[in-house]
C-alpha cells in the first residue's frame, strides 16, 4: 500500500514562497508517476503540476506560468513543490497522487489517472 503524506502548507502573504513536500512510504519515487493537485472550497480538485517515474517529464498548469517548480529526491522518497510569487487565487488544499509507471505512458494530469492519494495541506495566500 502506498502512502503519501503533504507538508509545508500555510498562511503566507501575495508574493511570498512555500515548499511543498510529499513524502511516501517505501521506495516508490522512481517506479511512480507523481502528480500535485489543488482544490479550493466550492471547485473540484484542479491539476497542478506532474513529473514522471524517470523525472524526464514536467508539466504544468497554465496558470503556473513559471512560478512553481516540482522536484523530487529518490533518497528521500519525497516530491516537492516550489511555489514561488503566490497570488490570492493559489489559495486551497495541496494534494499530491502517484500511480504507477506501468500503468501510464507520462504523468496524468487528471485526476482519475491516479491511484493514490495523501491527505492534503492547506495553502492560504491573502492579499
Known amino acids: 500500500q502506498v502512502q503519501l503524506v503533504e507538508s509545508g502548507g500555510g498562511l503566507v502573504q501575495a508574493g511570498d514562497s512555500l515548499r511543498l513536500s510529499c513524502a511516501a512510504s517505501?521506495?516508490?519515487?522512481?517506479?511512480?508517476?507523481m502528480g500535485w493537485f489543488r482544490q479550493a472550497p466550492g471547485n473540484e480538485r484542479e491539476f497542478v503540476s506532474a513529473?514522471?517515474?524517470?523525472?524526464?517529464?514536467?508539466s504544468y498548469a497554465d496558470f503556473v506560468e513559471g512560478r512553481f517548480t516540482v522536484s523530487r529526491d529518490v533518497a528521500k522518497n519525497a516530491v516537492y513543490l516550489q511555489m514561488n510569487s503566490l497570488k490570492f487565487e493559489d489559495t486551497a488544499a495541496y494534494y499530491c497522487?502517484?500511480?504507477?509507471?506501468?500503468?501510464?505512458?507520462?504523468?496524468?494530469?487528471?485526476?482519475?489517472?491516479?491511484?493514490?492519494w495523501g491527505q492534503g495541506t492547506q495553502v492560504t495566500v491573502s492579499s
Open positions: 513529473i514522471s517515474w524517470s523525472a524526464d517529464t514536467i
Open positions: 497522487a502517484a500511480v504507477h509507471r506501468s500503468k501510464v505512458m507520462k504523468p496524468p494530469t487528471t485526476t482519475w489517472g491516479y491511484d493514490y
Open positions: 517505501g521506495r516508490i519515487i522512481d517506479n511512480f508517476a
